[in-house]
């Protein structure tokens, strides 16, 4: 619903200089890989747009910088990955992080988006006031959290949904009683040598996965100590199709056909699994069976007891977790802890783990909209008590969106979806003198479903603080890129759902 008053400016910086300094059109929260894509786009789409980026930490790449345990790497190809805009140009499909870290920076760099970015600081607060038709944040800079009070008319919030001051990690009886140190990946310290030792790595998901064959290569041992399996398959680290493509076609051309072929691929296996489990699990579980011969117990340690994608799948380039197990430098034991020792751990069944290094790779915690509080017009807003709005905006909360990437592709490619829908917004709301979007939810008629459609521990440890997900559009988020990019990059905006306002108008209403 559209408000008739007369178009008017609808962004207007403070009238004082100091305030002046600190307003601009688009404030983004987060320098990581989807705080870099906002900021291209908005350079490109919404080039008369002020903007600058706050970035809690001293460095670009967010989850890329924060983590620096061993073979830190993708689980997704590079070429859906990778930005779009800044074609992957390697050999290698799957990347270590240092070089993903590397081509992050590298592209901040090349567009000046680094120049946009405010380093060290954490912006605690958010309150939306309707009369100025503005955000006010309120953030801390540095160690000593010097008070410092921004304002914008949209804001981005590009922060992921990980907390960044330390994972996931039960209370395991006795673990006090071990000798050796005990470390979450999240915290890797950069002194831990484990040349020579027996390591136990506690988990079965992607960080265990990658940590495994990484510490194999010096360790005397490592085993991976597992409650329960998880789905584990084996890809080439490099794409033969992509480095033919490249060979034969312009580079531009290559990249674009390579990276359609590997977003279908990835809807049709995703689509496969999903119809048809009991073939997409003896397709996986074959493949184990292909890599460790058939007297391994795959049965017990590589079949799980759901369904393919009702968690995430786990990559392993090359295979490299299967051949460390082959080789007889890892080790995988399923069973539930029953204590820690002094020189290890001691699992339910009585078996004891030896070990000088516990890894416990047990999982992150979530954390929506970087932990910062958010008010409109002094109305507090939880963001599990809103709907999401084409996976993006929480329902009345104006001009305002949330980057939420894909559990079942790429993050990038709906970061880039997120970042183009919001900078059509814009656009629009210039064009019409609108000062205000607000997606509206009719809560009596929306059946809620979960948000992210996954049953890992971390996400349903945090299930109570997810915005809600409803079954019918535009409230359904669909975890498909090609009906997402039919949404958010072809679909109206004034679609009966979205409200728009100018600013008189939100003078009245506030």
């Given at each position: 619903m559209n408000d008739a008053s007369p178009p008017t400016s609808p962004l207007r910086a403070p009238a004082s200089a100091?305030?002046?300094?600190?307003?601009?059109?688009?404030?983004?929260?987060?320098?990581?890989?989807?705080?870099?894509?906002?900021?291209?786009?908005?350079?490109?789409?919404?080039?008369?747009?002020?903007?600058?980026?706050?970035?809690?930490?001293?460095?670009?790449?967010?989850?890329?910088?924060?983590?620096?345990?061993?073979?830190?790497?993708?689980?997704?190809d590079l070429y859906t990955f990778g930005f779009s805009f800044r074609p992957w140009r390697s050999d290698r499909a799957i990347a270590d992080g240092a070089s993903i870290l590397s081509y992050v920076r590298e592209t901040a760099q090349a567009e000046g988006i680094d120049q946009k970015i405010r380093f060290g600081t954490r912006v605690v607060r958010a309150a939306w006031d309707s009369a100025a038709a503005l955000w006010t944040l309120d953030a801390e800079v540095g160690e000593a959290a010097e008070p410092v009070r921004y304002t914008c008319a949209v804001l981005s919030v590009c922060s992921g949904y990980y907390a960044y001051d330390h994972g996931y990690s039960p209370d395991f009886p006795g673990r006090e009683r071990f000798a050796g140190p005990v470390v979450h990946p999240q915290a890797w310290p950069e002194d831990l040598s484990w040349d020579g030792k027996r390591v136990v790595v506690i988990g079965s998901g992607a960080t265990a996965v990658t940590l495994?064959?990484?510490?194999?290569?010096?360790?005397?041992?490592?085993?991976?100590?597992?409650?329960s399996p998880t789905y584990i398959v084996a890809l080439p680290s490099r794409d033969r199709i992509a480095h033919w493509l490249r060979e034969k076609l312009p580079a531009g051309l290559a990249h674009r056909l390579t990276r359609a072929k590997n977003v279908a691929l990835g809807i049709f296996f995703y689509q496969f699994a999903r119809k048809k489990p009991a073939a997409m699990t003896k397709r996986i579980l074959d493949g184990v069976r292909a890599q460790l011969g058939p007297d391994y117990d795959v049965a017990k340690h590589f079949t799980p007891s759901y369904k393919p994608w009702d968690q995430r799948l786990c990559l392993v380039p090359d295979g490299d977790l299967f051949k460390a197990i082959r080789s007889g430098a890892a080790s995988v034991e399923t069973d539930t802890i029953a204590s820690f020792t002094e020189?290890?751990?001691?699992?339910?069944?009585?078996?004891?783990?030896?070990?000088?290094?516990?890894?416990?790779?047990?999982?992150?915690?979530?954390?929506?909209?970087?932990?910062?509080?958010?008010?409109?017009?002094?109305?507090?807003?939880?963001?599990?008590?809103?709907?999401?709005?084409?996976?993006?905006?929480?329902?009345?909360?104006?001009?305002?969106?949330v980057t939420i990437g894909y559990t079942n592709a790429s993050w990038t490619l709906k970061?880039?979806?997120?970042?183009?829908?919001?900078?059509?917004?814009?656009?629009?709301?210039?064009?019409?003198?609108?000062?205000?979007?607000?997606?509206?939810?009719?809560?009596?008629?929306?059946?809620?479903?979960?948000?992210?459609?996954?049953?890992?521990?971390?996400?349903?440890?945090?299930?109570?603080?997810?915005?809600?997900?409803?079954?019918?559009?535009p409230w359904k988020l669909h975890q498909n890129y090609i009906l997402d990019t039919a949404a958010l990059k072809f679909g109206r905006l004034d679609d009966g759902t979205m409200r728009f306002s100018r600013r008189e108008a939100a003078k009245r209403a506030a």
């Open positions: 100091a305030d002046a300094a600190r307003h601009f059109d688009v404030l983004v929260v987060g320098a990581g890989l989807s705080g870099i894509v906002m900021g291209h786009y908005l350079q490109t789409e919404c080039p008369r747009k002020t903007y600058a980026i706050l970035e809690s930490r001293d460095a670009i790449g967010g989850t890329w910088d924060l983590f620096r345990y061993p073979g830190l790497r993708s689980d997704s495994v064959p990484a510490m194999a290569k010096t360790a005397q041992h490592v085993t991976m100590l597992q409650r020189d290890g751990v001691r699992l339910a069944s009585g078996k004891t783990l030896p070990a000088d290094i516990v890894v416990t790779a047990t999982g992150l915690r979530m954390k929506m909209i970087g932990g910062m509080t958010l008010s409109v017009d002094g109305r507090a807003v939880e963001p599990e008590n809103t709907f999401l709005y084409k996976g993006m905006m929480l329902s009345g909360v104006p001009n305002f969106a970061s880039e979806l997120t970042a183009r829908y919001l900078c059509r917004l814009i656009n629009h709301m210039d064009a019409n003198g609108f000062a205000r979007c607000e997606p509206l939810a009719d809560t009596g008629r929306l059946n809620t479903e979960p948000t992210l459609p996954l049953t890992s521990g971390y996400v349903t440890r945090a299930a109570h603080l997810l915005p809600k997900q409803a079954d019918t559009k």
